[in-house]
């Protein structure tokens, strides 16, 4: 049956280019993966074209693999690397593939984060990887986790509750994703777009409502610091081993981290190019509620996993309420001034008010424009909390089809050839170290015969100049004296056709 | 080091450091100035493991 999110033209594409001889099984997977890509995040059919050459050149190989846990402890899928070329492995030791549907999911979801790294893995392509180092990144582990979930899984009304999807890797992590799409004040979709494509195509997402010289100067500066704790956060969350310093980083992080997500959906208000309107003040609603709901949640579930003490969650927690203050107040203001938009009939009154809104200072100076409005912080969080909210990213979420996806995994699982993914890097390392004998060798005997050419060429040479230096003519010929003659001696000296 | 570089801010040892976005670290000295420190400092090294890249894209 026809999935109703599926483009025709897309299949042929994926049929010609995606060959079963390449990855067996994984085919139809493979089909349906790029199908709900193109469809959630509306890529266009030049860019899916683009999208599955690259992943074709690059993917050589997709399997079930054991031993990645020596590779990596903390992962059940990768994506390993290896001169140019992409092997997804997915984990068949972890002990939670049952037979469960919601387990098969977990895999076909664990699959998804993998083809969409390798997607962007090379060429101008390349993700939101560290580009001097070609280095993975936990922006775009957490991307990629992000977008992965919502073309695998069905929303819930409990997601909708906390604004997010839970995931299923990175899960104390994947929270900034949401944020950071929110303090943008765009769509997550939007968001995850640009990110599972390259660095360049993120930034302009975020800055969909900025110019570029705003976020250059006002903007990415608050990211800069929000990635580099994100780093830190990661390596607290999911480091090798454990260390006495990492209670103090893991609260100095998140502090961090909730801090600038506030200062970017500050500075993204004040410089907004959008004008005030009903809507963007039903958006801004929507995402304060969204910044605040995620940020208690997330502090709340690292909180109980790390066991740390009320009195350091606290600490955390009052930190980022000081630092959402601005944002609160920009918020409110905007939403205030929406409220009496009916009244205001003066086009530079309500241009002065805009202005004084975006900055957050507005109610602060409320008599001068009739307004009566509370002022302390109660009357604002209410203002924010009893206004209408929009989202328009989950009011008809996809229904992806997920029972035929559930069936192959469980083929696959069932008929899976196991390999030792060491081992078989190992081999892959082997043959690289024959190839550079082999190459080595090649080297040698090339420099050899070239040795060999070049005395026989030389001695050709040397020879033509010697039978040039004595060429006798036969009339020079003269008989010798003792009666023999030239001809003889040349017989003698076996010479003679030559001469 | 210009303050909008600093990321994270951290006191070992009753040390006083700083991590960049670019993750120099660098610790206060005298007169409130910053240093960067020698990577053999054991403190630098000991924060080293917070400035790791995730491994699921490794190169072999």
């Known amino acids: ?499 | 080091m210009d303050k909008k570089e600093i990321a994270l801010q951290l006191e070992i040892n009753h040390r006083n450091f700083v991590i960049t976005v670019d993750k120099r670290v660098f610790e206060k000295v005298e007169n409130g100035k910053w240093q960067e420190c020698s990577k053999e400092d054991k403190d630098v090294q000991a924060l080293n493991k917070y400035l790791k890249p995730p491994k699921s894209l490794d190169i072999i």
């Open chain 1, 1 to 499: 049956m026809k999935k109703n999110y599926y483009n025709e033209e897309l299949e042929k594409m994926l049929n010609r280019y995606i060959k079963e001889e390449k990855y067996g099984g994984f085919k139809p997977l493979l089909n349906e993966i790029f199908q709900r890509r193109a469809y959630e995040f509306q890529f266009n059919e030049k860019q899916m074209k683009k999208q599955i050459k690259n992943f074709v050149r690059r993917t050589e190989k997709i399997g079930f693999g054991k031993n990645i846990k020596k590779i990596n402890r903390n992962t059940n899928a990768c994506l390993r690397r290896f001169k140019g070329k992409g092997y997804i492995w997915l984990n068949c030791e972890a002990n939670k593939y049952k037979a469960n549907d919601i387990d098969w999911l977990i895999l076909y979801e664990e699959l998804t984060h993998e083809v969409y790294h390798a997607i962007a893995y090379g060429g101008k392509c390349i993700g939101l990887y560290n580009i001097k180092t070609e280095n993975g990144t936990i922006e775009d582990e957490i991307i990629n986790e992000t977008a992965a979930i919502r073309t695998s899984f069905l929303r819930t009304s409990k997601d909708n509750e906390n604004f997010r999807k839970e995931t299923n890797g990175y899960s104390e992590m994947t929270f900034v994703a949401n944020l950071l799409a929110a303090s943008f004040g765009i769509e997550e979709r939007e968001l995850l777009k640009g990110g599972i494509q390259n660095r360049k195509e993120f930034e302009k997402a975020c800055q969909k409502y900025l110019s570029k010289e705003d976020y250059e100067n006002d903007v990415s500066f608050h990211y800069d610091i929000l990635k580099g704790n994100l780093d830190f956060l990661y390596n607290v969350l999911y480091g090798e081993e454990e260390n006495e310093m990492d209670l103090q980083v893991l609260k100095e992080s998140l502090t961090e981290i909730y801090s600038q997500i506030y200062e970017i959906a500050s500075v993204n208000v004040t410089k907004s190019t959008r004008e005030i309107t009903q809507e963007y003040a039903e958006e801004l609603a929507y995402h304060f509620q969204k910044i605040c709901t995620i940020m208690t949640k997330s502090l709340k579930d690292i909180g109980k996993r790390f066991l740390l003490r009320e009195s350091t969650v606290n600490e955390i927690f009052e930190k980022a309420v000081e630092n959402s203050l601005g944002y609160l107040y920009k918020v409110s203001d905007v939403i205030a001034l929406t409220n009496r938009e009916s009244q205001i009939k003066n086009p530079a009154v309500w241009e002065e008010m805009s202005k004084l809104a975006k900055q957050g200072e507005l109610i602060e100076n409320a008599e001068k424009f009739g307004m009566e409005v509370g002022k302390n912080l109660t009357s604002r969080y209410k203002l924010i909390q009893y206004h209408k909210k929009t989202n328009h990213e989950f009011e008809n979420p996809t229904q992806w089809d997920n029972q035929d996806v559930m069936e192959i995994i469980e083929q696959l699982w069932n008929e899976r050839e196991v390999i030792d993914v060491a081992e078989f890097e190992q081999k892959l390392r082997d043959k690289t170290i024959r190839q550079k004998i082999k190459d080595y060798i090649m080297q040698f005997k090339n420099r050899n015969l070239k040795k060999l050419e070049d005395p026989k060429s030389k001695f050709k040479e040397l020879k033509n100049n010697l039978d040039e230096k004595y060429k006798v003519s036969p009339e020079n010929l003269k008989p010798m004296e003792n009666g023999k003659n030239t001809r003889k001696h040349s017989k003698e000296s076996g010479k003679e056709e030559k001469m």
